[in-house]
């Protein structure tokens, strides 16, 4: 299903190869303040004007969400035809929007290359979170999360990254940018992929989502999610100075090496001391620490005590979001017992850490942590294992023949 951007009609122009740029139009979603003037000087407009045009464009795009040239009514008749021939404010298609029957609504993204990723917005009181992707699939093999099964397809750019934000606020009727009662209240760069491995991309879209002329979200109300990648985690709080988050998920390098390989790279250690050191961390703005309750796994009152310990002995401002791990076809691993959960959650907090449990959201449509995955597939070695061996598997279960004892698993 399309969704046409606020009743936008697509710009549908014919045009001749003379008055494009050499490969097509520029897609102004995605430019820098900075690129938006280069392309215009590029494209002619006088030194003199570049500001002026840029800021006015600027506001069009980000701030009223403009997604075709015939709307910019402050600027001349003449100028937008001549923007028309060689700019364009293209958003992604939108191959598919679930809406659970929570409230939270899925948006399958197909980019112009095919590749596709999924943004996710989950209405609560007070507040609307949009979680956006960074990469389509992912380098990391947490063997709890979906998205983890696929191989890493590539990075988004930055256009396609803010153009989640663009997509989610055309669907819910949410330009112009209105500064009270926003329904996209607050980012969190939780979907697919590991924002880390995509720096560039994700702070230069995160600047023009902050942009104070154009979307306006507070760096506040940004969360970036982390499996810890400790070389760019100071980085991250530095030049794009959003909050943090962390996916802890164990409580020693044994058990996260085990479910998080990234582990093995970073260990504990280095990943608490990064989370000491992260610029802007301290009591007011604490770092959340992220825990899905795998059973057997990593919920033990034990485990929790350790959590507690952790926190201490690095110092850290730290609040705990406890996930109830979200299962996916194929996974090896169950969610713990809502009483274990409770326990866990009890323990933390007489500790003196807050450790919410974080309900889960559309899972009827597998929009939840760690269920996102599109067809972009293309399978891990890991996955591809798991796939052959759940297929014997059903092949001995359906015909246990003899012969089949040769797949070794009798
Ligand atoms: N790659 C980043 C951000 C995306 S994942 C990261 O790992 O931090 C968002 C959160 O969901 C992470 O904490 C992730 O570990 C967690 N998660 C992944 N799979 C999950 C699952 N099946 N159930 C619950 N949480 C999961
Ligand atoms: Fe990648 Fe995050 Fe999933 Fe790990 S939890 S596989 S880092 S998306």
């Known amino acids: ?25 520029v897609n102004l979603l995605g ?54 021939g060689h700019f364009e404010i293209k958003r992604p298609e939108v191959v598919e929007a679930q809406y659970s029957e929570d409230g939270t609504r899925k948006y399958l993204v197909r980019f112009a290359d095919g590749n596709e990723a999924e943004a996710v917005y989950i209405p609560e009181e007070g507040r609307g979170t949009l979680c956006i992707s960074s990469q389509v699939g992912c380098t990391l093999n947490c063997k709890f999360c979906h998205t983890g099964t696929m191989r890493l397809v590539r990075n988004l750019t930055a256009g396609e990254i803010v153009a989640q934000m663009m997509i989610a606020r055309d669907d819910l009727g949410e330009w112009k940018s209105p500064t009270e009662g926003r329904m996209v209240t607050n980012i969190v760069m939780m979907g697919m992929g590991e924002p880390l491995y995509n720096f560039d991309n994700v702070k230069k879209a995160l600047d023009i ?23 760019h985690m100071e980085r991250a709080g530095k030049e794009i100075g959003v909050n943090l988050a962390v996916s802890l998920h164990a409580v020693n390098d044994a058990v996260r090496s085990e479910i998080m390989p990234i582990n093995k790279k970073y260990n504990l250690h280095e990943v608490l001391t990064a989370c000491a050191n992260y610029p802007g961390a301290h009591n007011a703005r604490r770092i959340t620490f992220e825990y899905a309750m795998l059973k057997g796994i990593n919920d033990s009152d034990q485990d929790a005590y350790d959590l507690v310990k952790l926190m201490r002995k690095y110092k850290l401002p730290a609040k705990v979001n406890l996930i109830p791990f979200n299962p996916w076809p194929g996974v090896a691993y169950e969610c713990s017992s809502d009483e274990q959960i409770k326990r866990f959650s009890d323990i933390v907090f007489k500790e003196g850490i807050s450790a919410p449990v974080r309900t889960p959201r559309g899972r009827d449509i597998m929009a939840a942590c760690g269920q996102l995955k599109s067809a972009s597939e293309k399978k891990s070695k890991a996955q591809i294992a798991r796939d052959e061996a759940a297929t014997a598997m059903t092949a001995v279960q359906e015909n246990p023949t003899p012969h089949h004892s040769s797949t070794g698993l009798t």
């Open 1 to 25: 299903m399309q969704i046409t951007p606020n009743g936008h009609e697509p710009i549908v122009q014919k045009r001749t190869q003379d008055d494009l740029p050499e490969g097509g139009k």
């Open 209 to 231: 989502i902050m942009d104070e002329e154009g979307i306006q979200l507070s760096r506040r109300r940004i969360t970036l999610s982390t499996s810890g990648v400790v070389p």
């Open 31 to 84: 430019l820098s303040r900075e690129e938006l003037k280069d392309a215009l000087r590029d494209f002619g407009i006088a030194e003199k004007q570049l500001r002026m045009r840029a800021t006015q464009l600027w506001h069009w795009v980000y701030h009223k969400g403009a997604s075709d040239f015939d709307v910019m009514t402050t600027i001349s008749k003449d100028m937008r035809a001549k923007l028309v």
